[in-house]
Nanobody, 124 residues
Framework: QVQLVESGGGLVQAGGSLRFSCAAS????????MGWFRQAPGKERDFVAG????????VYVDSVKGRFTISRDNAENTVYLQMNSLKPEDTAVYYC?????????????????WGQGTQVTVSS
């Protein structure tokens, strides 16, 4: 129902920063909880950050708290992930996702629409 196109990512040294954007098409963006997930090689897709419909409530996995910031601009149908103080363990493919539920969820199954995935590689 919501099409998501990611931009950003790339190769960065440890301690550096990257900013992801996820642009949504469709008429229901403001009615979707948005989240960012990541998947390292050979591992499951894990929750990184989520944001409520209005952007007031944000949730982060412990490993990125204080370093990553999720935000959204409903007027532009875009969700962002600012990643600071990047570590090699942040290396993964990152996905934005949209959920029809009203609460931010950690579970991938609660998100019905996904971006294409974008590689982040953090070198040491």
């Amino acid at each position: 129902q919501v099409q998501l196109v990611e931009s950003g990512g790339g190769l960065v040294q440890a301690g550096g920063s990257l900013r992801f954007s996820c642009a949504a098409s469709g008429s229901t963006f403001s009615s979707n909880v948005m989240g960012w997930f990541r998947q390292a090689p050979g591992k499951e897709r894990d929750f990184v950050a989520g944001i409520s419909l209005s952007g007031v409530n944000t949730v982060y996995v412990d490993s990125v708290k204080g370093r990553f910031t999720i935000s959204r601009d409903n007027a532009e149908n875009t969700v962002y992930l600012q990643m600071n103080s990047l570590k090699p363990e942040d290396t993964a493919v990152y996905y934005c996702a949209a959920s029809s539920y009203v609460r931010v969820s950690y579970r991938p199954r609660d998100y019905g629409d996904w971006g294409q995935g974008t590689q982040v590689t953090v070198s040491s």
